[in-house]
Every structure is written in C-alpha cells, then in structure tokens.
C-alpha cells in the first residue's frame, strides 16, 4: 500500500507542476514610483490619543523563533478625517497621519509616507492600497478594501536593482475584510503582520516574496480566513525568515492551502485548519528551505494534493500532533522513510468529515 501512496503522491506532484506556470504576482505599476521616505530622519513625536496596536497572542513558540519581531506602531502627530479619494491621498503622503475613513472610498490609494495609520470605520471602502518602497510603519485597520501590495525593494532602470534600504518595515493589518479579483495581500517586507481579518481573493490570499537577493523576515499570519478560488495557492512564502502562521483558517478550489519556498527559513504553522487542499514545500526550481515545523494543524482533505515536499531542497521538518481528515490516503505523511534529523510524530489520519466551525 505504501507504495501505491508514494506513487500517488509523485503523480499528485506532477500535475500540480504541471498547473503552476506563473507562480508569482506581477509588480504593480507603483513600484517604479522614486518617492521614498527617508530612513535617517528624526522621528516625531507620538500623539497621544492615538493608542499603539495592540499584539494578538500567538502561543508558544519554538526556541529558534526568539528574535521574531511585531510591527513597530506609527508615529502619529495628527488625526484627520476623509470623506473622498482626494482627502484620503493626501493624508496617506504625510507622514505622522492618522486618517479615519468614512464611507466608500472606491479609488486606489498609494502610501508614499512612513508613520501612515488608516482606520476604517465598520461599513467603510477602499480600492487597492499600495505602498512604495523604503515605507515604515503602517497601519491598517478596519473596512474593507480590494487587497494590500507591499513594493519590492527595487528600483527600474529597466531592470530592478535590489536595495536594502528600500525594504518596506513595519506593516499591520488587522480586522479588515478584502475581497480582492486578484491576490488579496503581497507581502515584501519585514516584520509585518496580517491578523484577524476575513478574506476571498481569486488568486492568493497572501503572497510573500518577489524580494529578489534580500529576504524578508518575521511574517505573522494569525487568526485570519483566508478563501482563495483555486488558480493559485492560498498562502504561500518564498524568501522570508521568521514567519509564524497560527490559528487560521485557509481553503482553497484546488491548489495548496500552504506552500513554503525559496530561501525561506523557520518557518512555523500550528492549530490551523485547512480546507479541501493541503501543504507543499520545496517542490519548486533552486528551492533551498531551512526549518519548517508544523504542529497542531487540522486539514479536511478532498483534493490529492495532502502533503507534497522535495527531501532534497528541505533541510529540517518536523510534522507532530496533526490530524487529517480523509479517504483518498491512509497516513499523514505519505513517504518511505523519514530523514535523519526530521521530526514525524503523533499525526493522525481519520476518515473524512467536513468542517464544522466552532460557534
């Protein structure tokens, strides 16, 4: 039998390949943009009546995560309000705003200013937010718009030359609902945190990477739904270091729920469920993963595709205490042997049952 599941799982692997012809999001038109906020300037002074996010427990952590890092909170100096496109472009090009969103704002916005806060009220819109290179410090909350873009670290001159200090820093989303026609969140940044928030997007839900030579580092993705229609995965990471994933709920039409590429290191998925589809890591050209651990997840299998990984291009996984619900295989971890050093204990396959959310 076991047999027969390796060579489904090389089957599954190859169609999967095989439907995977454009794998990343094309760079917004904005990226080009040369307005970028300066790093050494001196910060202003915090204003007052405008609280510091507050940071949503994540549970334990494994030791090697330590040095993981929250977004830093804008500075903000002043508050103001927006009514129009117009009102709300220019309080995202000043820095030290927080601007508060009535009603539908359909327009897309770019954030060309570090120490940006964007609260939404509850029946509030936006279109696309993107923000420009060397940004930090933004916040979002509330509403609902049609997705986020971080730009890369880059500039055209045709081609993207690659730049340290063009690293967006410091983004929170949280509480916001997208619904996007295309990918709902592409991240290239550090320390950014998508939390508590609602999405249904056509293409990703999160996609992080596209940072050429530089990585990005300390993504926290917790206590989100993310529904992606199926042409592309529903989460997926290339190039980040640090990134914590937990108490999600992820579901896709037909590609993987959860991916994990590139340089990617330390890599951490636990108590979330997935929905019809499920995880693949390391399964694409020049892959070369560090650490992944993924713990406590629940998946609900009805497509093929449960857990596809290339030994080779993976250097530490550990798979313990998950629980499959299925009856297209009969293990968790559909492979001949574990390699020396990984970590497969504890997982549980039962014979499938739908997912019931809790109330």
């Not at 929170?172 to 969140?185: K, N, P, Q």
């Not at 042409?231 to 991916?259: F, M, Q, W």
């Not at 590429?261 to 890591?281: E, F, K, P, Q």
Request: hydrophobic residues 40%; proline residues 8%.
């Amino acid at each position: 039998m076991r047999g027969i599941v390796v060579g489904i799982a090389a089957i599954a692997i190859a169609a999967c390949s095989h439907r995977d012809p454009s794998p990343r999001p094309r760079a917004p038109v904005a990226v080009r943009e040369e307005r970028v906020t300066p790093r050494d300037h001196a910060p202003p002074p915090v204003h007052a009546d405008t609280p510091a996010p507050a940071r949503r427990e994540l549970g334990p952590l494994p030791s090697e995560l330590a040095a993981l890092r929250w977004p830093e909170p804008p500075r903000i100096t002043r508050t103001v309000g927006a009514h129009d496109a117009a009102s709300l472009q220019r309080a995202v090009d000043a820095p030290g705003t927080c601007v508060r969103v009535h009603g539908s704002i359909p327009d897309a916005i770019v954030v060309h200013a570090s120490d940006v806060e964007i609260l939404m009220d509850d029946g509030a819109r936006l279109g696309r937010i993107t923000v420009v290179p060397g940004t930090q410090r933004v916040h979002l909350s509330g509403g609902t718009i049609d997705g986020i873009e971080l730009s890369p670290p880059a500039r055209w001159d045709p081609e993207p030359t690659y730049d340290e200090a063009l690293m967006i820093s410091d983004v929170l989303v949280d509480h916001v609902r997208a619904e996007a026609s295309d990918s709902a969140f592409v991240i290239r940044g550090r320390r950014v945190a998508i939390v508590d928030s609602d999405v249904r997007a056509e293409r990703y839900s999160l996609w992080a990477g596209d940072t050429g030579p530089l990585d990005g580092a300390d993504l926290i993705v917790a206590g989100n739904t993310f529904r992606s229609a199926g042409p592309e995965a529903t989460l997926r990471i290339h190039d980040v270091v640090r990134s914590v994933v937990v108490d999600n709920v992820l579901s896709n039409g037909r590609k993987h729920d959860y991916r994990v590429h590139g340089r990617s290191d330390l890599a951490y998925a636990a108590r979330n469920v997935l929905l019809r589809t499920g995880i693949m890591i390391g399964n694409q050209p020049g892959d070369a993963v560090g650490t992944v651990v993924l713990e406590r997840n629940t998946l609900h299998l009805e497509e093929p595709s449960m857990l596809e990984i290339d030994e080779g291009a993976i250097r530490r996984l550990v798979l313990r205490d998950n629980v499959v619900y299925t009856d297209r295989w009969d293990t968790f971890y559909p492979y001949p042997r574990v390699r020396e050093g990984w970590i497969v204990e504890h997982n549980e396959r039962h014979p499938f049952r739908p997912y019931v959310a809790e109330r």
